[in-house]
């Protein structure tokens, strides 16, 4: 039993519901605003939307995965309230799970490693999780995924009755964003994206959002983000310093993926991203959410004034307020000063609105 006894999950609708009122935390899932961003990229000609799932409960587009897994676990795979679930995650998985496992009543086990934000880290055990953390990166990559999937094996091992929900190969993963980040986006859109610009890690969210575009066979780009150092199309491994974006090992998920352009991106460029993001929209995204922005500025530089490019945003900027918006660990960590910042931010700028020249202003 999780160590916060949740009662068990049931009738989220008996039908006494009010209109305007949700059912409990669960009914706070998706449904997250489409956002229009006029000012990020100036002088581009396109229409800019976001989708900001740090609108959900947990924080993160993960609460819909987490929800739709744990649904699909006690409906099909035998776990019961009292029982328990594993899972490797780099952070946000995480904590949605630990906030289901809390309401279902069942105890949560997240494996993560050093570079889960502190911050995850105490959301996971606030909601009662057991935090399992992994010192060493796998010894034959130097990775730290195949580290935390080898102690999951071993966990599994010692516990044959625990439930892994295995994010990386699950086809609920991308059943959830199918029926919901995208069939949102494309209703709230109005009409469809001429592009959508997605980061990658497991892969369900673009795998998703290509299950939707495949059987409504909408006219949408759709186009990957993943970070220099992440293996998951083919690019070499390497070191990277962000959570949430990239793999060093290729989930199942990512050959349903089928992007139709792949943009690498650098963490300079995460840091560009959030940061002119910020500067600009004053919206504080995650490290992702800047790989994004990075990647969609080169792309918004080539569209005309009737097309639109919509982006979306896994999670907010909170757990990396000690890193992406930390002027210290940016300094050590990246070797970007603060006018090293603002060069970046500008060049970024620049890139997505050749007229619009100049650095950026800090925010007042
Ligand atoms: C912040 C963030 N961005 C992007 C992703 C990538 O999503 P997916 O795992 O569906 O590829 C994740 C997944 O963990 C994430 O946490």
Not at 221 to 250: E, K, M
Not at 257 to 262: Q, S
Request: some cysteine; proline content about 7%; aromatic content about 4%.
């Amino acid at each position: 039993m999780g160590k916060h006894r949740a009662s068990e999950v049931g009738g989220d609708n008996d039908g006494t519901a009010l209109p305007g009122v949700v059912s409990g935390m669960r009914g706070l899932i998706g449904n997250t605003p489409l956002i229009r961003l006029d000012r990020l990229f100036q002088g581009s000609p396109a229409q800019v939307l976001v989708k900001w799932e740090r609108m959900n409960p947990a924080g993160s587009a993960k609460d819909r995965v987490a929800d739709a897994m744990m649904t699909a676990a006690m409906a099909h795979s035998g776990l019961r309230t009292g029982g328990h679930v594993i899972e490797s995650t780099s952070g946000n998985l995480g904590v949605a799970l630990a906030q289901q496992c809390c309401l279902r009543g069942v105890t949560f086990h997240a494996v993560v490693d050093p570079r889960t934000n502190p911050r995850q880290v105490d959301l996971m055990r606030a909601y009662g999780a057991d935090v399992m953390r992994v010192t060493e990166p796998d010894p034959v990559s130097g990775e730290w995924l195949p580290a935390r999937i080898a102690a999951v094996s071993a966990a599994l091992a010692a516990h044959p009755g625990w439930h892994w929900p295995n994010q990386y190969a699950n086809p609920v993963n991308p059943a959830a964003h199918c029926a919901g980040t995208a069939a949102e986006l494309w209703a709230q859109a109005g009409s469809p994206p001429d592009v959508v610009v997605v980061a990658a890690s497991s892969c369900g969210t673009l795998s998703g959002l290509r299950d939707y575009i495949d059987s409504r066979q909408v006219p949408t780009r759709l186009v990957a983000v993943d970070t220099r150092g992440s293996i998951i199309f083919g690019a070499s491994s390497g070191p990277r310093r962000f959570p949430g974006i990239g793999a060093g090992v290729i989930p199942t998920l990512a050959g349903r993926a089928r992007p139709d352009d792949v943009v690498m991106v650098s963490d300079e460029d995460c840091v560009a991203g959030a940061q002119l993001m910020l500067r600009r929209e004053a919206l504080l995204c995650g490290a992702s959410g800047g790989a994004v922005v990075a990647a969609a500025a080169r792309i918004a530089a080539g569209l005309a004034a009737d097309q639109t490019v919509a982006m979306l945003a896994h999670d907010g900027g909170e757990a990396y307020l000690d890193t992406l918006y930390n002027p210290d660990w940016l300094e050590r960590e990246l070797g970007l000063s603060p006018a090293g910042v603002d060069e970046i931010v500008g060049a970024l700028a620049r890139r997505a609105e050749p007229a619009a020249a100049g650095a950026l202003a800090q925010p007042a």
